[in-house]
């Protein structure tokens, strides 16, 4: 049973190594081919319902001539190629021992034995491309902490006092009757209240600067957290009168906890959503290997206390997986949802932690084969952010995270018709778990406009290193990355964040760009 097609630039395609743990046994005859790694691979599939069969997978990126046989057969399957190929073999060998171990050799062109390609016992069957580009952690990075906000904070509605008072006035000539002794009683009242309706310093915003960073502010909401400032004959407030009022400062200071909560006064409720596009190109294998991913996650939570926040989020992803030209491929969509929590541990730094469950449905491709199965997979991941000013404009973030996620082994089946005959083919389910550490540095800067809109350009600069890593051979252990992008508010209480990243710096053969939007809300 073969399929061929011709390739061009085909390297070797890890993902179906013969290294799987426990999947090689090293031939105790011949002379090796020299480009038995570059050129050829050799895998478990599984076997049959009733376990009489056993199936092999070989892929081959040359035309050549092949030999499968297995301990005390001498040829098993016996086929030539014309150009790069895929091809399956059925074998009436079905053991776990070493007896039940396959062994491919290169033919010359007389059918005689040339030189040994690989080995494989029937251990560990293949698992199909379940390698996934690296992912941002849960996004603490995108906590939005921008104390400009506090603009959007002045509130030119506060004098309201002037429209309740004045209309009074005219009305006194018509209440003044010589007979009636209570009319001092009703004017004088009123005459104290002039002074403060003339003033319409509420409603102008001074500027104050705090922790080296600027802010238009209205008094009357500067007031608000600093009641016993007293402003100068300027109208303005000292620095050192503002270094002393502990709860502007504070506030001022301090790094938010979750997505969207950096307006000055803090809102009970906020939300998010977070828009991500992943796109990669994997030459590291036997065959290239594109990948293409689509994230929607959404998130809303509470501030219980000035410190702490709780939420929910929920994460509904698409990911396609193929190769050699989508003749081996995998589909998965999955959902997973769970609690976050974050703490603000001082006034630079916060911790924000999540945990997620969900179902991930996966469908395979293999030639003409297909199959589906529907493991749970649980996420779990904790970050660090920190803040810390610059210059009057500029931040300093630094930021620390690790994810881990765990999928469930689940058998399944592949089936079809290969050259017009039925083929059903059983594999076993594996369990596969990964995990991945961040570290990174962000560098922002407000920048605004002559009309008052707000923009906060940055660069961020960092390394992945995927500390559990069961396909190293595709996925390296550390490579860096590079993100930039731009954040602005729109209204009182809508922040939006767009950026673009490169995960693959310091990488060869693999190019992964992500691409990101994301919006919050508070209320």
């Not at 990126?61 to 301990?71: C, E, G, I, K, T």
């Not at 580009?133 to 309201?160: D, N, Q, T």
């Not at 293409?292 to 996650?297: A, I, S």
């Not at 058998?411 to 290969?418: Q, T």
């Amino acid at each position: 049973m073969s399929h061929r097609a011709k390739y061009s630039g085909v390297t070797w395609y890890h993902l179906i190594l013969v290294t799987i743990a426990g999947g090689i046994v090293q031939p105790s005859q011949a002379a090796d081919c020299p480009d038995r790694f570059e050129s050829t691979a050799l895998d478990y599939l599984g076997r049959n319902a009733d376990s009489s069969k056993s199936y092999w997978l070989i892929l081959s990126n040359r035309p050549d001539s092949f030999r499968l046989s297995a301990p005390g057969v001498a040829s098993i399957d016996q086929w030539q190629t014309e150009s790069a190929s895929i091809h399956i073999s059925a074998s009436d060998i079905v053991r776990d021992d070493v007896n039940g171990t396959h062994k491919l050799d290169r033919l010359k062109a007389d059918g005689s034995f040339d030189c040994f390609l690989q080995s494989r016992n029937q251990l560990n069957p293949l698992l199909p491309p379940t390698w996934r580009p690296p992912v941002k952690p849960e996004r603490p990075e995108v906590v939005r902490p921008e104390k400009p906000s506090l603009p959007e904070v002045i509130r030119p509605g506060k004098p309201e006092l002037p429209v309740a008072v004045r209309p009074e006035l005219p009305q006194r000539p018509v209440v003044v009757l010589p007979a009636r002794p209570e009319l001092p009683s009703v004017v004088l009242p009123e005459l104290p209240e002039l002074p403060i309706v003339s003033k319409p310093t509420p409603i102008q915003p001074v500027e104050i600067k705090v922790n080296d960073q600027s802010y238009m502010v209205a008094k009357a909401d500067l007031l608000q957290y600093c009641p016993m400032l007293q402003p100068d004959s300027k109208g303005g407030f000292s620095a050192e009168s503002l270094s002393r009022c502990e709860n502007l400062n504070t506030l001022l200071a301090q790094v938010p906890l979750t997505p969207g909560r950096d307006l000055l006064e803090p809102t009970e409720w906020n939300s998010w959503v977070d828009f991500q596009v992943v796109h990669s190109s994997n030459q590291r294998g036997f065959s290239d290997i594109d990948e293409r991913v689509k994230t929607v996650t959404l998130g809303a939570d509470k501030q219980i206390s000035p410190d702490v926040a709780l939420g929910l989020m929920l994460l509904v992803s698409d990911q396609k997986n193929e190769s050699f030209s989508g003749q081996i491929s995998r589909d998965s969509r999955n959902i997973m949802a769970g609690p976050y929590l974050a703490y603000r541990l001082s006034d630079h730094w916060s911790v924000f932690g999540q945990a997620t469950v969900g179902e991930v449905q996966h469908r395979y491709k293999l030639l003409a084969l297909s199959g589906e199965n529907n493991p749970v997979q649980y996420g779990a991941g904790v970050n660090l952010l920190g803040e810390y000013p610059l210059s009057e404009n500029t931040t300093l973030r630094p930021k620390l995270g690790f994810s881990y996620l765990y999928e469930q082994g689940k058998s399944y089946r592949l089936s079809g018709n290969l050259r017009n005959t039925p083929l059903a083919i059983y594999v076993a389910g594996q369990s596969s778990e990964s995990g991945q550490l961040q570290a990174s540095t962000e560098i922002n800067t407000r920048l605004e406009t002559a009309d008052g809109h707000l923009f906060v350009p940055y660069g961020e600069l960092g390394v992945y290193y995927n500390t559990i890593n069961q396909n190293s051979e595709l996925q390296p252990d550390t490579q860096g990355f590079v993100r930039g992008g731009v954040r602005t508010l729109a209204g009182k209480n809508w922040q939006i964040d767009l950026n673009v990243g490169y995960q693959s710096v310091g990488v060869s053969q693999l190019d992964t760009w992500d691409y990101a939007l994301f919006i919050a809300y508070s209320f």
